[in-house]
């Protein structure tokens, strides 16, 4: 029962991550496309719950979904001027569609070949949850966390010296 | 070890399912209800008054990108403090200082910011 669960809700966000990758590949409006980025970052993050993997979809949703999108669209907001610098022509090449034909025949070739030697990951009897997580993080892993502080501070202060403080 | 309530997806599921019939059923519910007086100033961008002056597709300054910058770099921040937080009653004094100087750091980041002019709206 709780497999059959399992199974629609993994087809459904399957559906909702490359069906969205397919349709922000698709679409001709960059705009459109970021969006549809976002949609395929959160449709993932549903993978990830499904996996158990709690941390893992709290960074997707937080990082991903929240600033990496929010980038992206201020990167759009900055170097357009107008609505149609939006929109791209569809121009099918040739080049592209060999290529593409190419590198999914050998995907195909690869997963043919090579599927039986690979034995399917096992999920284990126990999954660490948040709590596990940060108790390991902290105590073990305490120094590479705050190292990570350094991290940070290092993009804060490069993202304000590189817009040049308060212009003078 | 505390059962995770997050772990259970039964919940999530529960609240997924309310939140697909509630948003629907609150905008039919005010569709029904509410009386509808369409008017020209209604269709307006900016229903408070404010006419827009211009096309909406212009180019932003660079300077929000700051912003967005620092958003990004506290968003992480938050990404730390939601193991912090939940695992703080199983952990020794310790863990409390890691966090004090992990944010002490970056609000030092923050100072250098402010002192710098970058929050300052132009």
């Keep these: 029962m709780s497999s059959t669960v399992d199974g629609i809700v993994f087809l459904a966000l399957a559906f909702a991550t490359i069906g969205g990758a397919v349709m922000m590949l698709a679409t001709r409006n960059v705009v459109h496309a970021a969006f549809w980025l976002l949609e395929v970052m959160l449709a993932t993050a549903g993978l990830y719950m499904l996996l158990s993997a709690e941390f893992l979809a709290l960074v997707q949703v937080l990082v991903y979904a929240g600033s990496v999108a929010v980038l992206i669209l201020f990167t759009i907001m900055l170097t357009l001027r107008r609505r149609e610098d939006a929109i791209r022509d569809f121009e099918p090449g040739w080049g592209a569609g060999i290529l593409a034909v190419l590198f999914g025949g050998a995907l195909l070739f690869a997963v043919e070949r090579f599927s039986a030697q690979m034995r399917p990951g096992v999920m284990p009897e126990v999954v660490p949850d948040v709590a596990a997580f940060g108790e390991k993080l902290f105590t073990s892993w305490a120094v590479p966390f705050e190292i990570a502080s350094l991290v940070l501070l290092v993009a804060l202060v490069g993202a304000v010296w590189w817009s040049g403080g308060d212009g003078q | ?122």
Excluded at chain 2, 15 to 36: D, E, K, N, R, Y
Excluded at chain 2, 44 to 57: A, K
């Design chain 2, 1 to 122: 070890m505390v059962e995770s309530v997050t772990a259970d997806h039964t919940v999530l599921l529960m609240f997924i399912i309310v939140g697909a019939i509630f948003v629907p059923l609150t905008l039919t519910a005010s569709h029904l209800l509410a009386p509808s007086k369409h008017d020209e100033r209604k269709l307006d961008t900016y229903e408070c008054g404010s006419e827009p002056i211009g096309p909406p597709w212009v180019q932003f300054r660079v300077g929000y990108y700051v912003y967005a910058l620092l958003f990004v770099v506290f968003d992480i921040e938050t990404v730390f403090l939601y193991p912090w937080a939940v695992a703080f009653d199983r952990m020794v004094v310790f863990v409390l200082a890691e966090m004090i100087v992990f944010i002490a750091i970056l609000a030092g980041g923050l100072a250098y910011a402010w002192k710098e002019g970058a929050l300052r709206w132009r």
